[in-house]
């Protein structure tokens, strides 16, 4: 009996971190949206993870609060429904569950390489340089999405990118309506 329990552990454990190398592998370039199962139940886990590294992220910036959180939810599942809208108009629907949860595990993957890179580098760097390094991090999301995007609507991966930042584009506009005071200094 505990052998039988020990084997679907190790098989639970190999699965994530399959699923973890294959998101690793969507954010350097290397693997698209159609390494990802097509499974209902692997997008509303890829959801909880994205909304839990989105949570983190937030806690763990002590100039972002909840308010932060809620607003930066609301302006990401506007992108999503963006790359949905993008998705269906180019004829390419059934593609769009791998999609979905390639962009929010994706998603998830950066937002906690941000705050460990966040974490361990700001007591061996300067803060400035700290703050470079995670910006870039962040931003690395735009070519990752244009990538996945321009993988499952079959077109050259420019053609993603320019969607990409048209969407982050979108999305800083709703942040924007939603919190006006967000690009005012304090």
Request: glycine content about 8%.
């Given at each position: 009996m505990r052998a039988s329990t020990d084997r679907k552990q190790g098989t639970g454990l190999r699965?994530?971190?399959?699923?973890?190398?294959?998101?690793f592998d969507i954010i350097r370039l290397r693997k698209g949206p159609d390494a990802i199962p097509y499974s209902p139940v692997l997008f509303?886990?890829?959801?909880?993870?994205?909304?839990?590294?989105?949570?983190?992220?937030?806690?763990?910036?002590?100039?972002?609060?909840a308010?932060?959180?809620?607003?930066?939810?609301?302006?990401g599942i506007a992108g999503l429904v963006c790359y949905s809208a993008i998705i269906l108009l180019a004829g390419k629907g059934p593609r769009l569950l791998q999609a979905a949860t390639a962009l929010l595990g994706c998603g998830a993957m950066l937002?906690?390489?941000?705050?460990?890179?966040?974490?361990?580098?700001t007591p061996l760097l300067a803060a400035g340089t700290t703050n470079l390094i995670v910006t870039l991090i962040?931003?690395?999301?735009?070519?990752?999405?244009?990538?996945?995007?321009?993988?499952?609507?079959d077109r050259h991966w420019y053609v993603g990118v320019?969607?990409?930042?048209?969407?982050?584009?979108f999305?800083?506009?709703?942040?924007?309506?939603?919190?006006?005071?967000?690009?005012t200094a304090s």
């Amino acid at each position: 009996m505990r052998a039988s329990t020990d084997r679907k552990q190790g098989t639970g454990l190999r699965i994530v971190l399959a699923l973890t190398q294959t998101l690793f592998d969507i954010i350097r370039l290397r693997k698209g949206p159609d390494a990802i199962p097509y499974s209902p139940v692997l997008f509303a886990l890829m959801f909880a993870a994205w909304l839990v590294a989105g949570f983190i992220m937030t806690a763990s910036t002590p100039e972002m609060d909840a308010r932060d959180f809620a607003i930066g939810t609301i302006s990401g599942i506007a992108g999503l429904v963006c790359y949905s809208a993008i998705i269906l108009l180019a004829g390419k629907g059934p593609r769009l569950l791998q999609a979905a949860t390639a962009l929010l595990g994706c998603g998830a993957m950066l937002s906690v390489i941000f705050v460990v890179a966040n974490a361990s580098m700001t007591p061996l760097l300067a803060a400035g340089t700290t703050n470079l390094i995670v910006t870039l991090i962040l931003l690395w999301s735009v070519p990752v999405e244009g990538h996945i995007i321009s993988r499952t609507i079959d077109r050259h991966w420019y053609v993603g990118v320019m969607i990409a930042m048209a969407v982050f584009v979108f999305q800083l506009v709703v942040y924007s309506l939603i919190d006006p005071a967000a690009g005012t200094a304090s």
